[in-house]
């Protein structure tokens, strides 16, 4: 390309050209940092967050600081309990219908108020625009869900009684309290207050830690949810760090919902199992992407774009293993390659860029040990494979290799970020094995043209979620079914009915009327037996259940 037909190509696209490399800064939106995070909104956004200490949080695209915060200690974490605690108990006698009304009117103020939000995490996270919006779409979607369902889902339920007739049976659906949820930084929005939203709903409070640079986006759910009328005590936030305040949290709460990795998993699920309270955990995966030889080729090439690059790579359901059958191999990878090489990278607070940064330092180091392993070990890179400081500090090219080992880490460990390994196979059978050879059992794909084909392999892949010809969303939004990991993969699922009756504890409620269940009306014990025994004989043959 000339430096003429450069320049060209920059005013068509506002895609700066870099050598040979196509992956370059996206156009630069107006707004910066300062512009967003100013002192007025970072009063307003921690007002009510109790800290003694002091801290900050960073942006990605530059590495320099947004804001400073309130830093909780043990004390402040104890007095949001005990604040969250008072209020909650006025909270449950709410009527279901006023709490769902509030999520109702959250949704309209999200999307109405969007363009601040996705400022902010895009900030926070690094993400390109798009991929912030993602989180958007998720909350109010939730949001609509749970305040349209939530008075069906703890309605009090009728059941068959012991002796028909005679025993009324309800089903009742408490509270469980105050919620304790420790909340990640990589999707700040949606993994907040999205899970947050139907444990408002059932009755409960909650005191979230979200992690220290991304809680920005987390508070300004918390203030719009207030003017959508949640009481404010009944929402409490701490900050700080995670080995400090997460015990903490645990410690206090009636139930503890967690996504992160799965060792920290692992720690909280212990603290919760020592307390005897409730736990739910969202963990890591290492999800596989099935590629079909009946395949529509272009379509899942363009798809595994999203499954694998979404985020960065930095979300627990995309695709790091992708397995191509043999037949269609070369032609899918050089589809792929084409256009994952043709994605913009970008720190623009606008629409355009493809992809965005890495969080930070930590993940930068994982993906870039893994990829540099892995060549070492006689990976092939086909396209991407390096880090781009000249876009921003934690800047990594969406990555696909080819040739991976066994023995490799990027081949059984969680990468976290927008690096794919490429597996041929030939047999089914096989690739379902190799698919689920793994602890993990979050998420995974299939690509097919037959629509049954894709069910029945979808039906022998343990993982919690399963997409045919995409690669994560249509399973996640569809919040009506259960979401969650197998194995390592975590406990417990959001959406659904699970996502809202996790939140709550059950309670049987059984009225005897007219005759006791004991002997009566002149009956013995051997005579009581014997009538019991044919009854029962008599609801098996009637069907009873």
């Known amino acids: 390309m000339t430096d003429a037909q450069a320049a060209e190509k920059t005013a068509e696209t506002g895609t700066a050209q870099t050598g040979t490399n196509p992956l370059a800064p996206a156009p630069e939106g107006a707004r910066t940092a300062a512009d967003v995070v100013t002192p007025e909104l970072v009063a ?84 390109a625009r798009l991929h912030a919006h993602e989180e958007v779409q998720a909350v109010a979607v939730a949001a609509r869900h749970y305040g349209r369902k939530a008075p069906a889902y703890l309605r009090p339920k009728r059941h068959a009684g012991a002796m028909p007739t005679l025993t009324k049976v309800t089903e009742l659906r408490h509270p469980r309290g105050v919620v304790g949820q420790i909340a990640p930084w990589n999707y700040p929005l949606e993994l907040s207050v999205g899970d947050a939203l139907p444990a408002f709903v059932a009755g409960n409070a909650v005191v979230m830690k979200p992690d220290t640079e991304t809680c920005l986006t987390a508070l300004w759910a918390r203030d719009l949810l207030i003017e959508a009328g949640l009481p404010a005590d009944v929402f409490q936030v701490v900050l700080g760090d995670g080995p400090v305040v997460g015990p903490e949290v645990v410690r206090h709460a009636d139930y503890v919902s967690f996504t992160g990795s799965t060792r920290t998993g692992r720690e909280v699920a212990q603290g919760a199992a020592a307390r005897l309270v409730g736990v739910s955990l969202e963990l890591g995966g290492k999800n596989a992407m099935l590629v079909l030889e009946d395949a529509d080729i272009e379509k899942a090439a363009a798809g595994a774009v999203r499954a694998c690059f979404s985020s960065a790579g930095q979300l627990c359901i995309s695709i790091e293993r992708l397995y191509v059958h043999e037949s269609i191999a070369d032609t899918f990878l050089e589809r792929f390659a084409a256009r994952t090489k043709a994605m913009r990278l970008g720190t623009s607070l606008a629409y355009g860029a493809d992809m965005g940064s890495l969080v930070g330092e930590r993940q930068l180091e994982t993906v870039t040990r893994h990829v540099e392993e892995a060549v070492a070990k006689g990976a092939k890179v086909v396209a991407g494979g390096v880090a781009r400081p000249d876009i921003g ?42 698919a689920n050879a793994t602890a993990y059992g979050l998420n995974s794909s299939v690509w097919t043209r037959n629509g049954r084909r894709g069910q029945e392999v979808a039906a022998r892949l343990r993982t919690g979620t399963v997409n045919i010809n995409e690669g994560y969303a249509p399973a996640y939004g569809s919040v009506q079914s259960p979401m969650g990991g197998m194995k390592e993969s975590g406990l417990g699922r959001r959406h659904g009915s699970e996502g809202i009756l996790k939140y709550t504890e059950a309670q049987t409620v059984a009225h005897q009327r007219v005759l006791p269940m004991a002997p009566s009306l002149g009956m013995d014990d051997e005579k009581y037996a014997q009538f019991m025994s044919r009854s029962l004989r008599l609801m098996k043959a009637f069907r009873f259940r």
């Open 44 to 127: 307003q956004l921690t007002k009510g967050v109790a800290g003694s200490g002091r801290t900050a949080n960073h942006t990605p695209f530059t590495g320099e600081k947004l804001a400073d915060l309130p830093e909780s200690t043990p004390e402040d974490v104890a007095k949001a309990f005990e604040l969250a605690r008072a209020a909650q108990a006025v909270w449950a006698q709410t009527p279901v219908r006023q709490r769902a009304a509030v999520l109702l009117r959250f949704h309209d103020l999200v999307l109405e108020r969007q363009a601040e939000v996705l400022d902010l995490i895009q900030l926070e996270t690094g993400k």
């Open 393 to 434: 500090p934690y800047f990594f090219e969406p990555t696909i290799l080819d040739g991976v080992a066994t023995d490799m880490s990027v081949c059984g460990e969680e990468t976290f970020g927008p690096v794919v390994s490429v597996y041929r196979f030939t047999d089914e059978d096989e690739v379902i094995e190799r």
